[in-house]
Each structure stands twice: as structure tokens, then as C-alpha cells.
């Protein structure tokens, strides 16, 4: 060490350690306020996220109330997919909807049957069977009995629990959204209810999932409102031959 003695060596040894750590401290500092901005920004991003989801569900809820509520009746073209028990089924047909919870299931195809209640008694008579069951509408445990309420003062988030918008259901038709719940009277038999709503807030598919697995779906089209429609499209007059059973039925 020419000229240089063991203490200066000591000395400049140290301060260049100094200097390294310092360098290292920084580096440290700054790559740890990276990851921390990041995870600020991402926080962020899927707070707004939520809150515009949130948004974007209580205004597509409340287009659906105001639209359906209003209505003082319905009619539509419908088709049932039914899967389960090992069994697939579709039915296809005309349904009617009037205030205050009438409503007449008129199934035409894959072979006649009827569905039909005056809010008070519901009857269930498919003629080939020369009987008809006849039950009081508060002991039907049916899963076409909640629809006849969608015209009234039903609120979509107060009848279904955990509403929220279902990103990963795919619609049916391009520009629709998806709802899922659980429908607060049937939450011992359904497990889960999926609603298709169209641009212009009509339900366009109800999709039900039992507890037992078994699915049951309706779509709807052809949807016309407030057409003219009296209350004897909703009473059952027994056919001659026909045998009333009495007993609590559903679907």
C-alpha cells in the first residue's frame, strides 16, 4: 500500500460499505413504495369496481319493479325446460298474468294441460286424465305460483336474498343481464334463481335450481301488456266427467 497505512484502508473500506448500504436501503425503499402504490391503486380499482356494480344492479332492479308493477296485466308465449330426476322435459304454451295474483298456464305442446288459479283456488287439469286437482292458492307449493306477484308491489331485491348481477351466466340474447338470488318464500326448495332482463327491463328467463339438483327454466316472449282481459280467463269450470280431487299439488 504504497504510501497508504492500514488504518486509511480501514477507514475508506468503511465508508464504502456506508455508501453500498445506503444504496441498498434506497433501493429497498423505493421497489416496497412500487408495491405498495400498486396494491393501493389496485384496492382502488376493485372498490370502484364494486360500487359501480352495485350501482349498475340497484338500477337494472329498479327498472325491472317500475316496469312490472305498473302493469295491470300480462300475456306471454313461454317454454319450460324442466332436467332432472333423470328425466328432460320441455312444454311449451301461453301464460296470463292479471293483478292481484291471478294467473293461467295454457299448455299446449308436448300435449294440452292447464294451470290455473284466481288467486284464491288454483286448479291443475290435464283432460286426457278426466280429473282435475283443486287446492286454496296458500297451501300451493309451485314454482309458477311466485310469478303471479311479479304484478303488484314486488320489489325484486326485497323477494330475493343476495341479489346480484351474475357476470359468469351467460345470457341468452346479446345485450341481456343476468340476476341470481334465492327467493326468500322458497329458499327450503330453491337453492338458487338466475333472471334474464332484456334492455327494456322485461324478465326474459327465469332459471330455478332446486336443493335436489334438478333445474327448472322458463323463457318468455311475445311479452304484451295491459292487453283487454276479463276475470273469466282465470276461473275452472268443471267439464262434465271430470273427477275434483282435493289435495295440495305443485311443480
Not at 55 to 72: E, P, Q, S, W
Not at 212 to 218: A, F, H, Q, R, V
Not at 221 to 234: G, I
Request: hydrophobic fraction near 40%; aromatic fraction near 8%; include cysteine.
Amino acid at each position: 500500500m504504497s504510501g497508504a497505512t492500514c488504518k486509511d484502508f480501514v477507514i475508506k473500506s468503511r465508508k464504502g460499505n456506508y455508501r453500498l448500504h445506503s444504496t441498498l436501503k434506497t433501493s429497498l425503499w423505493r421497489s416496497n413504495w412500487r408495491r405498495v402504490a400498486c396494491a393501493l391503486i389496485v384496492l382502488a380499482l376493485c372498490a370502484s369496481a364494486r360500487f359501480s356494480a352495485a350501482a349498475d344492479l340497484l338500477k337494472i332492479a329498479d327498472a325491472v319493479d317500475a316496469r312490472y308493477n305498473h302493469l295491470h296485466n300480462l300475456q306471454a308465449e313461454f317454454t319450460e325446460i324442466y332436467r332432472g330426476a333423470g328425466m328432460d322435459r320441455v312444454e311449451s304454451g301461453t301464460l296470463w298474468l292479471k293483478k292481484p295474483g291471478k294467473m293461467r298456464w295454457e299448455y299446449r305442446s308436448p300435449r294440452a294441460k292447464l294451470f290455473v288459479s284466481d288467486g284464491k283456488e288454483a286448479w291443475f287439469y290435464v283432460p286426457r286424465e278426466h280429473q282435475v286437482q283443486r287446492t286454496a292458492v296458500k297451501k300451493l307449493d309451485d314454482l309458477r305460483s311466485p310469478l303471479a306477484f311479479l304484478l303488484g308491489k314486488t320489489r325484486l331485491e326485497k323477494e330475493l336474498t343476495g341479489l346480484s348481477l351474475a357476470p359468469d351466466v351467460a345470457p341468452l340474447a346479446a345485450g341481456d343481464v343476468v340476476l341470481r338470488g334465492v327467493p326468500r318464500t322458497m329458499a327450503d326448495r330453491v337453492s338458487q334463481v338466475l333472471l334474464e332482463i332484456t334492455p327494456d327491463s322485461q324478465i326474459s328467463r327465469i332459471v330455478m335450481e332446486e336443493v335436489d339438483g334438478s333445474i327448472t327454466e322458463y323463457r318468455f316472449s311475445e311479452q304484451k301488456q295491459d292487453v283487454k282481459l276479463s276475470d273469466q280467463r282465470f276461473q275452472f269450470a268443471v267439464p262434465d266427467g271430470v273427477e275434483v280431487i282435493e289435495q295440495s299439488f305443485g311443480q
